[in-house]
């Protein structure tokens, strides 16, 4: 009786042990995410800066798994190692910068990357500090301005829309000091790093600050700004943040996978809602 009793036990045992092979087996072809018919996710290593562009990827990298893409969001302080980065194939792609900024790089350094699909637009602001407003500002009051030549730029063209300067007609899109025809103030414009202007907020009048550093800082572009670029303007057309990589991994499925994802309503709703205007979206 004691055998027969195991050879029954041992042939259920037989049939689930089969029944459950055939379910995973049928499972498994339903959740596979991986381009190459394995488990294993495709790396993919993007450089950004914090604020907005590495919360922007941080909320599609869910997305890009079920693509099959392991995303890897390295972060940068700066506008110059991602760039770096990215022209070494440390960086797969990045998300930081716009193509006024990545053109003079590329001529300033001798790489080659291509801005591939733009996502936002971050209006400048003129922030106030020591001052409070326009016309409480004094002969030679201190401006503080990005200044790499692109932002600094975008910064001389804001204080003309607000009034504090004249630029020369013909100085075109990259502007310098050397363009401003006319300074009433006599203002002291100072250039600094873009990413230490909040900090020297209470050491200056008034700076114009990245809108990605102002969110960094905490400051609200409806509430601590006197002047903001206007999203129609041609600031907003020239200046909107891209996907880069560099020349020759412009069809990288990886990178393709991104923009796809990207130029959803998900990602413009949630620009929108995350940045409340202090981030634009533009596809």
Known sequence: MMRK???VSLAVLFAISLTLLAACAADGGDNDRSV???????????????VPHSEVLEFVSDRMAEKGFDMQIRVFTDFVLPNLATESGELDAN??????????????????????FPVHFEPLGLYRSRTQTIAELQDGAIIAVPHDATNAARAFRLLEAAGLIRLDPDAGILATRLDIVYNPLNLDIRELEAAQLPHILPDVDMAVINGNFALQAGLSIDEDAVAIEDRDSISAQTY???IVVREGNENDERVLALIDILSSDEVRDFINERFEGRVVPVF
């Open 5 to 7: 009793i195991v050879s």
């Open 36 to 50: 190459s018919g394995d488990d294993e996710l495709v790396p993919f290593v993007v450089g950004a800066t914090p």
């Open 95 to 116: 998300y930081f910068q716009h193509v006024p900024y990545m053109d003079n790089f590329n001529y300033q350094h001798g790489t080659s990357m291509v801005a591939l």
């Open 240 to 242: 909107a943040n891209y």
